[in-house]
């Protein structure tokens, strides 16, 4: 896992680069009208404007390109020479001011350095997550420079020479801080992911301490406190009914056919209780082969109506064919009254289950 965190640490670090450097792009302008303030007087109109030119060129070329590289998605491993591409373009511009600019006069070239190293030093800000890049638009800003002075002798070498211990210096000194930044993205990364396991193993483990294991429908917790929180709800005028459902003879079901077929059985009769109510309506194993229905909003007639729908879906048909079960169901049926709470509910729909199971079973009685 932390090697993956890590590439994915570098994969974020390189997309913030290619973000920063979009940002970065838009200093630009300004730096070039700088530029021409200081450099017009002395160097003349004619290679200023050629640069100018030169450098919006490239400039656009950069901006294309990283529209282009954010655009599908800016992937680190596809993408990387594509950056280094952008970043030779965007250090380009700059290295031609200084092939414009160095060697007209001392004042001009102290000017320049000034600019260079600060334009370096900007540009690090941006380049920060993705110090490949950096390296390519350093190399691209001072190449320039260099083959412009190189055949000038002092003072325009010392520029060079000065600007390219700036650059090493500052790319050196950078590199811890980088390191850091993507062992901060790193643990970011590693932090999200702990959080949602934890929140996965919440989210189970309360969904399993809700839950009926074998049928899949709520347990009599869930049950419980779903009577709780409907029982202390302001009053209003929509009902609750109670159905409490227990499957008759199914001692005989274990008996003959042994535990693994009673489950079955179980299944199959919560599939076909819970295929038979809306989804507003609670279904939940109560315990043992005795299930619990609660119907909000049902008037005593429709209560009526469903718990005859239930009993007879369950006798009209067999629960498992192999081997044969076709036990029936009795239900007990219990309405809200003024001033119960969930025990007094719950234990007349079972007395009236009790009633339905004395009375011969397979038929539903009401409280
Ligand atoms: N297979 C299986 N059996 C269960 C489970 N829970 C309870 N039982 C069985 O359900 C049976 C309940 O039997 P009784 O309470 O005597 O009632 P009954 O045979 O259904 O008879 P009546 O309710 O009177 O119609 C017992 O044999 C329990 O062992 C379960 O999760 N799986």
């Known amino acids: 896992m932390p090697a993956q965190d890590f590439a994915r640490a570098e994969q974020l670090g390189f997309e913030q680069c290619a973000r ?14 700088f530029v021409l303030l200081v450099a017009w007087e002395p160097i003349g109109p004619r290679p200023l404007l050629i640069w100018l030119a030169a450098a919006a060129v490239l400039w656009l ?29 965007d ?39 993705h110090l490949r890049a950096y390296a ?18 002092a003072p325009a070498w010392q520029l060079t020479a000065g600007s390219l211990l700036f650059y090493v210096l500052l790319f050196w000194l950078m590199r811890p801080v980088s390191a850091r930044l993507i062992e901060g993205l790193r643990l970011q990364i590693d932090n999200e992911r702990m959080a949602q396991q934890l929140r996965e193993n919440l989210e ?38 109670v159905l409490m459902l227990d499957i008759d003879h199914f001692k005989a079901v274990n008996d003959r056919h042994g535990h693994g077929v009673g489950d079955a059985t179980l299944k199959t009769f919560a599939e076909r209780v819970r295929a ?40 009209s048909q067999p629960l498992l ?15 809200m009254a003024e001033g119960d709470d969930a025990a007094t509910l ?11 199971k004395r009375s011969g079973r397979n038929r539903v009685v009401a409280a």
């Open 321 to 335: 064919s192999e081997p044969l079960v076709d036990n029936t169901v009795s239900v007990g049926l219990a309405w």
């Open 276 to 315: 038979q109510l809306r989804s507003s309506d609670q279904c939940a194993r109560y315990g043992g082969e005795e299930f619990c229905v609660l119907l909000p909003g049902a008037t005593h007639e429709k209560a009526l109506e469903i718990a005859e729908r239930l009993r007879a879906a369950v006798a």
């Open 346 to 356: 719950l234990q007349r729909a079972d007395a009236a289950l009790y009633e339905a």
């Open 204 to 241: 189970r483990k309360a969904h399993e301490a809700a839950t009926d294991a074998l049928t899949g429908l709520a347990n009599r917790r869930s049950l419980d406190q779903l009577l709780d929180a409907w029982l202390q709800r302001p009053p209003t005028q929509e009902g609750l009914a």
């Open 20 to 33: 920063a450097m979009q940002q970065l792009l838009r200093n630009a302008p300004p730096g070039w009208a």
């Open 91 to 129: 250090g380009a511009s700059w290295g031609l001011c200084a092939w414009a600019v160095a060697g007209h006069s001392p004042v001009l070239d102290a000017w320049l350095i000034i600019l260079m190293c600060g334009v370096g030093a900007i540009s690090a800000t941006a380049y920060l997550t």
């Open 136 to 153: 390519w638009q350093l190399g691209a800003y001072w190449l320039p420079l260099a083959a412009s002075t190189a055949w000038q002798g």
């Open 61 to 89: 070329l950069c901006q294309l390109q990283l529209h282009r590289i954010l655009a599908r998605g800016a992937q680190r491993e596809r993408d990387a020479n594509a950056l280094a591409l952008a970043a030779v373009l």
